[in-house]
């Protein structure tokens, strides 16, 4: 289940390429926006309707279409405007990606590691951990980690890679199951699991419910942006608009309890940094502020 995304400016920004583009190769009906975003991605891109009229706005009053009217449901054309720019989004962002040499996973994994660091006593917890690839740089950095995942057979081959010290291990678990105990982290992340999540909200609750007052988390994942469409990651170039946006995480703060610090983008890898309120009496425990784990 996709969600149905809250307005977002880097959503309209992709709608904007995304009906330039279509329009030049189709001609596509703006008018038609939405309901072909919707069908051409299978559902995983659902953006708020605000963000789709805004991008028809905004193409049709810069000159950019050759259309009646901003919701025409008739054939449209790019004007020479339109051309120019759409040519020149798809080299900003095509600039944007080559920015981030290598692997944009690991720019991404190095700025969260500098986020949430220095190392603390207390154990670090790594939701839909897979094969280990965030838990292992974490255990490397100093930190203790439990990596968790509801695959086994993800555990299994996490297990068989050499780990340093006795700092990191892997269990087989479901963060839904772990949110009804009573065991609290000072940390949790995540790495390129919301968006594979048939509820990523439903999810992201359960994170939270295991989030200890005070407590940071920090999600690397796909942004629903230009150059992750454009990169293609995931199932289809759309699959990527199954993650939280930034106007999705905003909306979702307080209702969660979380305060948002970062918000990073690197080519098709974004880092969200948030930390959870204290207690009502404005205090962290005490378990908390010497970094002991909860238990």
């Known amino acids: 289940m996709a969600i149905k995304h809250q307005t977002s400016p880097e959503i309209q920004d992709f709608l904007v390429y995304w009906l330039l583009e279509q329009v030049s190769a189709e001609g596509m009906p703006p008018g038609q926006l939405g309901v072909e975003a919707v069908r051409r991605s299978g559902g995983d891109l659902r953006p708020a309707e605000s963000d789709v009229r805004a991008a028809q706005v905004t193409c049709w009053q810069r000159g950019w279409l050759n259309a009646p009217h901003p919701f025409s449901l008739q054939a449209a054309s790019l004007s020479a405007g339109g051309r120019v720019e759409l040519n020149r989004r798809a080299a900003a962002t095509t600039a944007g990606r080559a920015e981030v040499a290598g692997d944009p996973r690991e720019k991404a994994a190095e700025r969260l590691l500098a986020l949430i660091s220095p190392a603390g006593k207390h154990e670090v917890l790594d939701v839909g951990t ?79 419910a295991c989030l200890g007052p005070g407590g940071r988390l920090a999600c690397m994942d796909f942004p629903p942006n230009c150059a992750a469409y454009l990169s293609g990651v995931g199932r289809t170039p759309f699959h990527a608009f199954r993650a939280l946006a930034k106007g999705d995480w905003q909306a979702l703060a307080s209702e969660l309890g979380l305060s948002l610090s970062e918000q990073l983008c690197f080519g098709y890898v974004s880092v969200t940094l948030a930390r959870k309120e204290p207690d009502e009496d404005g205090r962290t425990p005490i378990t908390q502020r010497i970094g002991e784990s909860i238990p």
């Open 130 to 208: 897979g094969g280990g690839f965030l838990a292992r740089k974490l255990a490397a950095a100093g930190f203790r980690v439990l990596g968790i995942d509801v695959d086994a057979d993800a555990i299994a081959g996490a297990t068989k890679e050499p780990a340093p010290g006795d700092r990191l291990r892997f269990e087989v678990a479901d963060i839904h199951g772990l949110a009804e105990g009573k065991r609290r982290w000072l940390t949790i992340v995540t790495s390129y699991l919301l968006h594979e999540c048939d509820d990523p909200i439903a999810t992201l609750r359960s994170i939270c």
